[in-house]
């Protein structure tokens, strides 16, 4: 079973995204992500609910700003190029995302269906494989 570690701001959101990836079989961790706590990756250290993951979905909001979130998701790509980035965005996209390479994730913008989510999951693990 592939397990999926969702990582939004908005825990509502959270919910549903989970929910809809339960109903296709993925086994879901939830983090609300630094905003809500110390992030270790943000400290150079190690994240256990990362490091027990194969793919994440990762809302391009859950560090509070655009600068800090550019930081986390190269920190996390460096720390942990194996374990792709489904990185969501509620309604825009930003021109610091990268698509290939070590900082390179899945880009989903706008509200995601589960199915949308499955699809960018699948394309996620296959850009690593």
Do not use: K, N
Request: proline share 6%.
């Amino acid at each position: 079973m592939i397990r999926v570690l969702v990582v939004h701001h908005d825990q509502d959101v959270a919910d549903q995204e989970a929910d809809s990836l339960r109903r296709f079989g993925y086994e879901v961790q939830q983090c609300a992500g630094p905003t809500f706590g110390p992030c270790p990756i943000l400290h150079g250290q190690p994240c256990v609910a990362v490091e027990q993951a194969d793919v994440l979905v990762y809302d391009v909001w859950a560090s509070g700003d655009t600068q800090s979130e550019r930081d986390l998701i190269e920190q996390l790509r460096e720390q942990h190029p194996r374990i792709p980035i489904v990185l969501t965005s509620p309604g825009m996209a930003f021109d610091w995302v990268e698509t290939s390479g070590i900082h390179g994730v899945t880009s989903l913008v706008g509200p995601a269906s589960g199915e949308q989510l499955r699809a960018a999951i699948g394309q996620a693990l296959a850009s690593v494989a």
